[in-house]
């Protein structure tokens, strides 16, 4: 069965400090992983991620994906308290030629302190 | 350029009831999927809708049905709701082959 495991669950840090956050899959026909940060309802989308060892980056904000070992990390540096929110990782299947279904992680609940 | 609007925002029902949810998707986007996200979950993959046929679904009963209109909007129909239907109904859109799907602010349903 699919499944993406994300981890922590939950995560308290203080203004300033540097995140990680975990993503693991084991899903078939992989196209590619996102990720996704959810404050109130609509899950915004930061970034996706095709191919091994290439950084994305977008500010403070940094993904690598491993498709050998088969997980990803988002890296957050210098943490504001504007990045506490739910961040959602999701694997999107393929389905022929093009996009299939988005599986999805339980989310790590980020939590930042003034 | 709006993106994916959602409707309506939020719903209360009564256990047995019918409902139907409503989505248009971001300008030039023609596939469209639902997604339920109950209380501390992440989102569950309902169906897609592609060219107004369903293209895909997942684990969902049959109390669970779509359609997608030619203009590409979409609603999603619960009938004999059960309190475990309520949850964040979320809307997704993404153009053909293109990567990374645009989400809606979703619709909260609660059955009571």
């Known amino acids: 069965e699919d499944k993406v495991v994300q981890s922590p669950l939950s995560l308290v840090v203080h203004e300033g400090d540097t995140v990680t956050l975990n993503c693991s899959y084991e899903?078939?026909?992989?196209?590619?992983l996102l990720w996704y940060k959810q404050e109130k309802k609509a899950p915004t989308f930061l970034f996706m991620l095709?191919?091994?060892?290439i950084e994305k980056k977008s500010g403070r904000l940094s993904s690598i994906l491993d498709k050998k070992e088969l997980f990803s990390i988002l890296n957050i540096t210098a943490t504001q308290t504007g990045d506490s929110a739910i961040y959602l990782c999701?694997?999107?299947?393929?389905?022929?030629?093009?996009?299939?279904?988005?599986?999805f992680g339980k989310g790590t609940k980020l939590s930042v302190k003034p | 350029d709006a993106g994916v609007t959602q409707s309506p925002t939020h719903l209360i029902k009564t256990r047995g009831q019918q409902v139907t949810l409503r989505c248009s998707p971001k300008?030039?986007?023609?596939?469209v999927s639902w997604y339920q996200q109950a209380l501390g979950q992440g989102p569950q993959f309902i169906f897609q809708?592609?060219?107004?046929?369903?293209?895909q679904r997942g684990n969902f009963p049959d109390r669970f049905s779509g359609h997608q209109f030619p203009n590409y909007s979409s609603e999603l129909n619960v009938n004999a709701l059960l309190l475990g239907d309520s949850a964040l109904y979320l809307c997704?859109?993404?153009?053909?082959?293109?990567?990374?799907?645009?989400f809606g602010s979703g619709t909260r349903l609660t059955v009571v």
């Open positions: 999701a694997v999107e299947r393929r389905y022929g030629g093009s996009q299939g279904n988005l599986i």
């Open positions: 899903v078939t026909n992989f196209r590619s």
């Open positions: 095709t191919s091994s060892g």
């Open positions: 300008s030039g986007h023609d596939t």
């Open positions: 809708y592609y060219e107004e046929e369903e293209r």
């Open positions: 997704a859109s993404i153009y053909r082959s293109n990567y990374g799907y645009t």
